[in-house]
């Protein structure tokens, strides 16, 4: 349960400027939360930090363990001397204002696969031990992560279920001869999620010295081609080729007329429960080494799931299925004790969800963008006069347009009842302060504002275009000048009026 008021903001670390075509955990991580103790904030949210394929949503990664490659610091690689300047010899000229994560598949990762050559050949020996640490505390995931991405890697690529049947159905015999195959592939992944691991707990402790928490994301479901559902078979819903039966996604809604078809397996609820939810339990033991405070997506999912059978077209043929939710996150209170969890519970919310929700005191999330729709908008649960302290307010989020180009593309309706609910009449300039002061000025005791409202940029810094793959979906980044120390300054005045930091 949410019980001071604090603010914070939304940036996910690709966005980050730096040298090196996407955002790093290094200097420029660093500066950003100077930023954000400057400006008084108490959080940074990111989205999921996990290692990214097809796609490139964060939401669909290859572990739900396992950290993002393309985000370990290249320049903290050659200060270590774990890179030499000749690695970076011919580095491709990288555009600074957007991702190419073709290019960082190609470059990013041989340049970490130097710096794991550089330390097989002897090079800084004294992280050996350290290496040999972290191979042994997070063996449960990393073992099963190193061989999936070196079998996929000796695929070609191809998904798991794509493999031949002996790896593909994880047969002893055939783990034990691609484990002794693969062995040098297998180190080099390992030593690159040491390195990620490494970097992301030094800038989580740097933040904590500064008085900035870091919130992170669970996604609620895996991907389809992943070392999780690789291992774990029995826990959802395949055939015997590893073919998915039924998938996830959600029905029509606001985002899409056809719902969105996500196509990540469904759990196996009742095979989970028979063994106390261990996989869950493990999952957010995991998560609470990386963040401070944990938003569950799709939270209504642990109620019942949106399931399609496989394969579809889109997501409007399917069914409400009912989850274990309670017996789940009790399991993981007696485990791990009571959980920072922040519920994200849009979307087709029903009664069960909120039940669900406030049966564990779980703060849910509410979106100005979502509150002015309609003909009779004086009802509508985000309007600020009816929000909650414990719940969490935000302007918009990765999924929905910036407040700039949200205001510019509104309907003429939604322009009004925003006109008739402040009184006022903005422009496409100042809007998204507007609804930033709204925000941090509501009772919700945490407020979430997305950067590119801060910087108030429009359409083209959106994040994400749910239920789309579109080119640009994951790719914005800000410029290093953007980061303005007046920004600062007015966001901790806000900040300050608002009791959401002490003067």
Same mark, same amino acid.
């Given at each position: ?320 299925? @009912?989850? @274990? ?89 939604? %322009?009004?009842?925003? %006109? ?56 914005? %980044? ?13 966001? %901790? ?11």
């Amino acid at each position: 349960m949410l019980t001071k008021r604090s603010s914070g903001v939304l940036l996910h670390p690709t966005s980050l400027p730096g040298p090196y075509g996407i955002g790093e955990l290094g200097a420029q991580a660093r500066h950003f939360v100077d930023w954000l103790a400057r400006a008084g904030q108490t959080y940074w949210q990111v989205m999921p930090l996990g290692p990214t394929g097809y796609g490139d949503s964060p939401y669909q990664a290859f572990s739900a363990f396992a950290g993002n490659p393309y985000l370990i610091d290249l320049t903290t690689l050659r200060e270590e001397g774990l890179l030499h300047a000749s690695d970076f010899e011919g580095t491709p000229d990288f555009d600074a204002g957007r991702v190419d994560f073709g290019l960082q598949y190609v470059w990013r990762m041989q340049m970490l696969g130097r710096a794991y050559a550089h330390f097989a050949f002897g090079h800084h020996p004294e992280l050996k031990a350290a290496f040999e640490a972290f191979k042994a505390e997070e063996a449960a995931w990393l073992d099963d992560y190193a061989l999936f991405m070196a079998l996929k890697d000796a695929h070609g690529g191809l998904p798991w279920n794509a493999w031949e049947p002996g790896t593909r159905d994880r047969e002893p015999q055939a783990l034990a001869a691609a484990q002794e195959q693969l062995a040098p592939n297998i180190e080099r992944v390992k030593f690159i999620q040491f390195l990620f691991f490494r970097q992301w707990r030094a800038l989580r402790a740097y933040a904590r010295e500064r008085g900035v928490g870091v919130i992170g994301d669970i996604p609620i479901f895996v991907a389809m081609d992943s070392s999780d559902a690789w291992a774990n078979r029995e826990q959802f819903y395949f055939d015997e080729q590893g073919q998915p039966t039924v998938v996830a996604g959600v029905p029509p809604d606001y985002f899409s007329e056809t719902g969105q078809l996500w196509g990540n397996p469904l759990y196996r609820w009742d095979v989970m429960e028979q063994d106390g939810f261990r996989w869950w339990i493990e999952r957010f033991r995991g998560s609470l080494k990386l963040y401070d405070l944990i938003r569950i997506d799709h939270f209504r999912g642990f109620a019942a799931y949106w399931e399609i059978p496989y394969p579809a077209e889109n997501a409007i043929h399917g069914r409400w299925v @009912p989850a @274990p939710g309670h017996a789940l996150l009790e399991a993981v209170r007696r485990a791990l004790g009571q959980m920072p969890i922040i519920a994200e519970d849009l979307g087709v919310i029903t009664p069960d969800v909120e039940q669900l929700r406030d049966d564990f005191g779980l703060p849910g999330m509410a979106v100005l963008h979502f509150a002015f729709g309609g003909g009779d908008f004086s009802v509508n649960a985000f309007l600020p006069h009816n929000l909650k302290a414990n719940q969490v307010v935000y302007t918009g989020t990765h999924d929905n347009d910036t407040s700039r180009g949200w205001w510019q593309h509104a309907d003429e309706q939604e %322009r009004q009842n925003f %006109r008739l609910y402040t009184h006022s009449d903005p422009s496409e300039e100042t809007f998204a302060w507007q609804l930033t002061e709204i925000a941090l000025e509501s009772r919700p005791n945490l407020a979430i504002i997305p950067l590119q409202d801060l910087l108030n940029l429009g359409s083209e810094a959106r994040m994400n275009f749910p239920g789309t793959s579109g080119p640009h979906n994951w790719t914005w %980044r800000y410029l290093a000048a953007d980061l303005r120390p007046d920004l600062a300054t007015k966001l %901790r005045a806000l900040t300050e009026r608002t009791g959401r930091v002490e003067r």
